[in-house]
């Protein structure tokens, strides 16, 4: 019979509907049901395509005793991170604090009033490696909890106020100059692993933002260092078996510092944040490779991950069949070599193993190979590879795919509309651009309320009942900003406005700093705020950035002062740990270059007008906002008082409030906005 969780719309959640285990969704009925009981609470917490909390979900939820144990003895609460990120990282820093580590699934006892007293992540079904059973747990907590309860209040009262004693080291007053950048990109110079690429060794996550760091640094510098990093990066992942080599897309993570074997679940955000990365590679290098990974990551988005609404899912998972009705990781996406002659034939079959780096040893599990492209596999034949290339791909097509979290969340899909925006309109995909609209389209329509309070997550057309935190009204904004800029449709720049002023209204503090849940949410045991990236941009530099483009796009002073007032934190983070606030880095370039804005006037179907704006939408400069349209059009405050010029199209650029004089040339406008 299903628990409480049939009735939600999180796939991962629903994951554990038919459990035996009596799940309530996060709830204030939950807690008062234990109050009732006098019960401790169990709180889970994971995400659909999370495969150890796939593993515990079968080991133990699933199983009959463990979850007759759990019901008599706890009030059990599940809660899907991706859903509620500020439930999350409130207890995620109590763990983290309380062990040292973290991660998914997290498993945290509460008392009835939410306070967290006993700790941990994955539990095994019988003692191993140094873990005790789950049951083992569940056993002494609920011991501890009916012997010495005076003792578990005291250890939840000291971790509740040890949690709200901590005060953010925000760094005081000022913006991050170019001391502190200079000294963030040393820092990353240190960490960087010249062998492999990419920073620091085992596991390896992609540097999304530290990237878009690298590259605006040295748009804004000239620093070669710089550019050869991002560029090395993106190389030895695109190479790497984290790239997925038949039907583009990238994979959470490497297990290793070469990039060879991921953890195989694709996640929306990670794909977003690259194919942006790798267009603005392009853009910097004209290198082709990168933009054949922009372009693939782009359709693998659109063909893997869009929805029938026109959003775009979460994730895929890791797992799925083998054929014998088994789940494995990864096994959509490996190849023997056995396999490869099967679907190839001899000749071919070695060709590819070679090209594609398959050993009969293999570089997984079982004597599997993820498909890679190694340095040394010698000059192909492009037809011959496009051809085995297809074949593969259709032969894939034929395995069992990995389920997919069909769950919108709306700071993703921001990200999403960026990345797809920009990636159309450099690389001359309009298809790409449409898409990005459709998401836009979704999140007004059903995201957005007459307030503009943003929800945080639909399924199937169907809002979910979580308000939206910080980075989704700062990564929303961001996606509205870009799509503004390359459709030249200034109702995007309105509603990244509505959302920002939610931000000023709704999200920040004393001196510039920046809450990640608004003023009105449900209170917690801590209100979660931290300004460094994770997977994601943090939604404090997300924030940040977005208000610093609103400023230079409409000359707002309160949006330019709060964009300032949020980079402080950059300012004492960015030298000392640059690898964890790439996107605030990020930002900080763009406000020592402006950011620059260009207004094009003219007719849209006049060549000299196309001609300048192909060059705007390809200039390097960090951050700059673009408008084009007709003088004096409404759309853009950026087009007032903007004439044409000799009776043709014009570009006008400024900076710091003062604008140089207007160009009718491309290769003029060109020079205006090189370093």
Known sequence: MPNRLAHETSPYLLQHADNPVDWWPWSAEAFEEARRRDVPVLLSVGYSSCHWCHVMAHESFEDDATAALLNEQFVAVKVDREERPDVDAVYMEAVQAATGQGGWPMTVFLTPDAEPFYFGTYFPPEPRHGMPSFSDVLDGVSRAWTDRR?????????????????SLAYGGDGVPGENELAQALLGLTREYDAKAGGFGGAPKFPPSMALEFLLRHHARTGAEGALQMAADTCEAMARGGIYDQLGGGFARYAVDREWVVPHFEKMLYDNALLCRVYAHLWRATGSDLARRVALETADFMVRELRTPEGGFASALDADSDDGTGKHVEGVFYVWTPDQLTAVLGEDDARYAARYFGVTEEGTFEHGSSVLQLPQDAGVADADRIASIRQRLLAAREERARPGRDDKIVAAWNGLAIAALAETGALLDRPDLVDRATEAADLLVRLHLDDGARLTRTSKDGQAGGNAGVLEDYADVAEGFLALASVT???????FAGFLLD????QFTSEGGALYD??????????????PTDNATP???TAAAGALLSYAAHTGSEAHRAAAEGALGVVKALGPRAPRFIGWGLAAAEALLDGPREIAVVGAPDDDRFQGLRRTALHATTPGAVFAFGTPDS???PLLKDRPLVAGGAAAYVCRHFTCDAPTTDPAELGRKLAR
């Open 150 to 166: 005076g003792e578990v209040a005291e250890v939840a009262a000291r971790i509740v106020k040890d949690l709200s004693g901590r």
């Open 488 to 494: 030249g449709e200034g109702v995007w720049l309105e």
């Open 502 to 505: 939610i931000v000023l209204d």
């Open 517 to 530: 849940t608004a003023h009105d949410a449900e209170p917690l045991i801590r209100r979660p705020q931290d």
């Open 538 to 540: 943090s939604g404090w």
């Open 634 to 636: 409404e759309e853009f």
